[in-house]
Nanobody
């Protein structure tokens, strides 16, 4: 079982940027579809972005709310998946989680079996 670890969260002003990282000690992530999800207080967890495994086409997908502002990518060593977030808005404030699955990309969180502990992103002036 993968033990995913997220990092890179923090407090940022509106319009600012953050880069989140997702890694699993001792594992490469290239064979997994990796998804980024977020959950704000009082709201359901929602899919933000996902990237298919490098065994397939490595394609990426984004929620409409983040399209054009967030970019998901993998490092060349295949050990880390990043979520570059730009033009951040207060409504992006949430705990962000990365998750892994073997299979096609999906925004549905129940389809992911391995999860990280989450990292807090707060967008506020």
């Amino acid at each position: 079982q993968l033990q995913l670890v997220e990092s890179g969260g923090g407090l940022v002003q509106p319009g600012g940027s953050l880069r989140l990282s997702c890694a699993a000690a001792g594992f490469t992530l290239d064979v997994y579809t990796i998804g980024w999800f977020r959950q704000a207080p009082g709201k359901e967890r929602e899919g933000v972005s996902c990237i298919s495994s490098t065994i397939t086409d490595g394609s990426s997908y984004y929620a409409d709310s983040v399209k054009g502002r967030f970019t998901i990518s993998r490092d060349k060593a295949k050990t880390t998946v990043y979520l570059q977030m730009t033009s951040l808005k207060p409504e992006d404030t949430a705990v962000y989680y990365c998750a892994a699955r073997v299979g096609i990309p999906s925004s549905k969180s129940p389809l992911y079996g391995d999860w990280g502990q989450g990292t807090q992103v707060t967008v506020s002036s």
